[in-house]
Nanobody
């Protein structure tokens, strides 16, 4: 079994910062990609930022220059540093990872349970 556990969400005023963390645990052989998605009420889930095992990154245009994704491979953890937060960043943020299971050898995507980020104006 593989689990992704997120932390770091909360309530912050516009212009403030938050740092999200997502730790993967369980029967992990390797992690290829790690990413953050978000879903606001009444909207589709959207990609916020992603990083590969080769450390390349990509960001949604709406967060470029404000958010930074990073990962600690030794800890199987991905972070999302969010600065200059805006009310429109309010959403549930989900961690996603592409993981190869050490027992089955199968590679699949896993999701965390989500963490709420609320930005007040």
């Amino acid at each position: 079994q593989v689990q992704l556990v997120e932390s770091g969400g909360g309530l912050v005023q516009a212009g403030g910062s938050l740092r999200l963390s997502c730790a993967a645990s369980g029967s992990i052989f390797s992690i290829e990609s790690m990413a953050w998605f978000r879903q606001a009420p009444g909207k589709q889930r959207e990609l916020v930022a992603a990083t590969t095992s080769g450390s390349s990154t990509n960001y949604a245009d709406s967060v470029k220059g404000r958010f930074t994704i990073s990962r600690d491979n030794a800890k199987n953890t991905v972070y999302l540093q969010m600065n200059s937060l805006k009310p429109e960043d309010t959403a549930v943020y989900y961690c996603n990872a592409g993981i190869q299971d050490v027992r089955s050898g199968f590679y699949r995507g896993y999701w965390g349970q989500g963490t709420q980020v609320t930005v007040s104006s």
